[in-house]
């Protein structure tokens, strides 16, 4: 098996967070090759076209209206290596913790809805707010930071008491991680980077509204989750007679497994909870009844 069969086979068989990581790295690889045979073959006094200017977000909404999918196209986009790893790095970091608590069908939804959204406070802060009117012409926005900040903000306010192990830190909540996040990009955005950081605070919004719809029982993305999943893994629909017995938690994914799994254990805290304040006597039916079930 051949180096680009391993690659093809491991990006079949990742799960979401995977196939987001390679298809940034590749993305990345094919524009910097682009790069190079365009410096080679230049002619000598003339300027090199770089194609990715037409994969960039602009800020000025003339150029956007002919080029829509730079909307989308430009979270995918880095400038240099070291913009990349780290965005890979946090994007590794969290996505596992996010995968974990949240499905694997959740990640890329979330990647993607919240890039636009840091793509939405781009342009409107760059078409409403006066510091920006000299620059609108030649400002562009590219890189997978407001989409990352999203899946980041989203397991933070999720799971906010989950601490993570961080060097010359020591033990920090995710809470604080997220807090943290924000405060430096709100104190940033008079930087030369501004547009780049107004972008992340598009993104970490989306990720809180996300994250707090669905720690109230609410998933506003089920149906782009849905899309998503029939446009990644297709598969051929057939109608079948759905089985009446339960499936067993083995036969489940060992991703949507944890999810269930947690998912229940939150429930058994709140009730729990609820009995340290109220008393058992608080409880309703439903409530008694898991409590019940629970300890058999």
Same mark, same amino acid.
């Given at each position: 098996?051949?180096?680009?069969?391993?690659?093809?086979?491991?990006?079949?068989?990742?799960?979401?967070?995977?196939?987001?990581?390679?298809?940034?790295?590749?993305?990345?690889?094919?524009?910097?090759?682009?790069?190079?045979?365009?410096?080679?073959?230049?002619?000598?006094?003339?300027?090199?076209?770089?194609?990715?200017?037409?994969? %960039?977000?602009?800020?000025?909404?003339?150029?956007?209206? =002919?080029? !829509?999918?730079?909307?989308?196209?430009? @979270? +995918? &986009?880095?400038?240099?290596?070291?913009?990349?790893?780290?965005?890979?790095?946090?994007?590794?970091?969290?996505?596992?913790?996010?995968?974990?608590?949240?499905?694997?069908?959740?990640?890329?939804?979330?990647?993607?809805?919240?890039?636009?959204?840091?793509?939405?406070?781009?342009?409107?802060?760059?078409?409403?707010?006066?510091?920006?009117?000299?620059?609108?012409?030649?400002?562009?926005?590219?890189?997978?930071?407001?989409? %990352?900040?999203?899946?980041?903000?989203?397991?933070?306010? =999720?799971? !906010?008491?989950?601490?993570?192990?961080? @060097? +010359? &830190?020591?033990?920090?909540?995710?809470?604080?991680?997220?807090?943290?996040?924000?405060i430096i990009d709100v104190?940033?955005?008079?930087?030369?980077?501004?547009?780049?950081?107004?972008?992340?605070?598009?993104?970490?919004?989306?990720?809180?509204?996300?994250?707090?719809?669905?720690?109230?029982?609410?998933?506003?993305?089920?149906?782009?989750?849905?899309?998503?999943?029939?446009?990644?893994?297709?598969?051929?629909?057939?109608? %079948?007679?759905?089985?009446?017995?339960?499936?067993?938690?083995?036969?489940?994914?060992?991703?949507?497994?944890?999810?269930?799994?947690?998912?229940?254990?939150?429930?058994?805290?709140?009730?729990?909870?609820?009995?340290?304040?109220?008393?058992?006597?608080?409880?309703?039916?439903e409530e008694k009844e898991?409590?019940?079930?629970?300890?058999?």
């Amino acid at each position: 098996m051949t180096i680009f069969d391993q690659i093809k086979s491991s990006f079949k068989s990742g799960n979401n967070l995977m196939k987001l990581i390679y298809v940034n790295g590749a993305v990345f690889l094919i524009f910097k090759l682009i790069d190079v045979f365009a410096f080679l073959f230049r002619p000598e006094g003339h300027t090199i076209i770089n194609p990715i200017k037409y994969f %960039v977000l602009p800020a000025n909404t003339d150029v956007l209206t =002919y080029r !829509p999918w730079t909307a989308v196209s430009y @979270m +995918f &986009l880095h400038e240099d290596f070291l913009h990349i790893l780290f965005n890979m790095l946090w994007l590794w970091w969290f996505g596992k913790i996010f995968i974990q608590y949240l499905g694997n069908r959740k990640i890329l939804p979330v990647y993607l809805i919240g890039g636009l959204a840091g793509a939405l406070f781009f342009i409107l802060a760059f078409n409403i707010f006066p510091v920006y009117e000299r620059v609108l012409d030649q400002s562009f926005a590219l890189g997978a930071s407001a989409s %990352v900040i999203a899946i980041v903000i989203a397991i933070s306010l =999720y799971k !906010p008491d989950l601490s993570l192990n961080l @060097m +010359f &830190l020591g033990s920090v909540k995710l809470k604080y991680i997220a807090l943290v996040t924000i405060i430096i990009d709100v104190l940033s955005i008079p930087s030369m980077n501004s547009g780049g950081h107004i972008a992340h605070l598009g993104g970490a919004a989306f990720g809180a509204i996300y994250a707090l719809q669905i720690r109230k029982g609410k998933n506003i993305m089920k149906w782009f989750e849905s899309l998503i999943e029939w446009v990644v893994n297709p598969k051929p629909r057939m109608r %079948v007679k759905k089985p009446t017995y339960k499936k067993k938690a083995k036969d489940l994914k060992d991703e949507d497994y944890n999810f269930e799994k947690n998912k229940h254990q939150a429930e058994i805290d709140r009730i729990l909870d609820k009995i340290s304040k109220s008393g058992y006597e608080s409880l309703n039916r439903e409530e008694k009844e898991k409590l019940f079930n629970t300890g058999k």
